[in-house]
């Protein structure tokens, strides 16, 4: 006699939402994050936990989680401030983010939802539900996940309008080893004056700089025809001596039909920096700055904005 085949699913056609995910719970109580360990473990995913949301960054630096929860108030970094933090590191790549609180009024999920959080749960909470909005978010990555590689190779699509998806996840990674480490970090915008400037210029300011450039440095082409270049290890002194010789040499190459350079410079570690976006936004605001001074200029912004205009050997 033949067996009907079984109406349950087995482990191989169980939902996508149940596979083992990596999870980050941020809370400075230590039996609130036991609670929420027990409650996750149980359903398979791997936890780890930071006890304020200044470490909370660091264990996601270092974790990569798939998911974060976090605690409203906490001390050093609050779950808000932090909240805000992760979503602007993670522009590119869907980050899911549980707030969790005693604070549970409306005026404390619609904070807590503006923060850019992507749910919010008060305490105490049920561990089914936990495991279900989890489970719901961690489901909404995959798909948004899925559908990602076909976006990067869109015509025409940008993570920022200028960079491409692929090159703005490289610069996440060098910007977030440059955090983990504290090693400084400087970023270049090179774009010619002339914004209508031929193919054969664009090629030629790109020889240029990759005879510059050291092999650990990283240089990005923008849909603006200009370039985003990443130096690790580099301090004022060396992007300023990376940048003069770039804007000498491209001058001197120009041939018939010379076109100014002018080059925006930005810094990480940087008061005013404190992700990727914002150095980012740094080093356009320079280039606009030293391309507003008449071209040919190089901005530098560290604690304020420095103006060189770089001389003729």
Do not use: W
């Not at 009907?4 to 699913?9: D, F, L, V």
């Not at 983990?180 to 914004?195: I, M, N």
């Not at 193919?199 to 050291?214: P, Q």
């Amino acid at each position: 006699m033949t067996s009907s085949p079984s109406t349950s699913a087995g482990p191989e056609a169980a939902d996508a939402s149940t596979r083992t995910a990596r999870i980050l719970v941020a809370d400075d109580t230590e039996s609130d994050r036991r609670t929420a360990r027990d409650a996750l473990e149980a359903a398979g995913h791997v936890v780890v936990e930071a006890h304020d949301g200044q470490h909370a960054l660091e264990v996601f630096a270092r974790e990569r989680p798939d998911l974060v929860m976090l605690d409203v108030v906490m001390p050093r970094l609050s779950g808000l401030e932090c909240c805000r933090l992760l979503k602007a590191k993670t522009l590119h790549a869907y980050l899911p983010v549980i707030m969790v609180s005693t604070r549970n009024s409306v005026n404390a999920r619609v904070e807590g939802l503006r923060s850019g959080a992507d749910d919010y749960l008060g305490k105490p909470y049920d561990a089914d539900e936990l495991r279900a909005r989890v489970d719901a978010l961690l489901r909404a990555r995959r798909i948004l996940g899925d559908i990602e590689p076909e976006r990067a190779s869109a015509p025409g699509d940008a993570g920022d309008g200028r960079l491409d998806t692929a090159h703005m996840r490289r610069l996440e990674q060098e910007f977030d080893r440059a955090e983990r480490y504290s090693d400084p970090l400087a970023c270049l915008r090179v774009a010619l004056d002339d914004g209508r400037a031929q193919a054969h210029a664009i090629a030629r300011l790109r020889m240029v700089i990759d005879a510059t450039l050291r092999k650990i440095d990283l240089v990005f082409p923008m849909r603006s025809r200009g370039f985003l270049l990443a130096l690790p290890n580099t301090h004022f002194p060396g992007a300023l001596a990376v940048a003069e010789r770039i804007a000498r040499d491209a001058r001197a190459t120009a041939g018939a039909s010379p076109s100014g350079v002018s080059i925006g410079v930005g810094f990480f570690p940087n008061r005013d920096v404190h992700t990727l976006r914002e150095l980012l936004d740094l080093c356009e605001a320079a280039l606009e700055r030293a391309r507003s001074d008449g071209g040919g200029k190089i901005c530098l912004f560290q604690h304020q904005g420095y103006m060189y205009a770089p001389e003729d050997p």
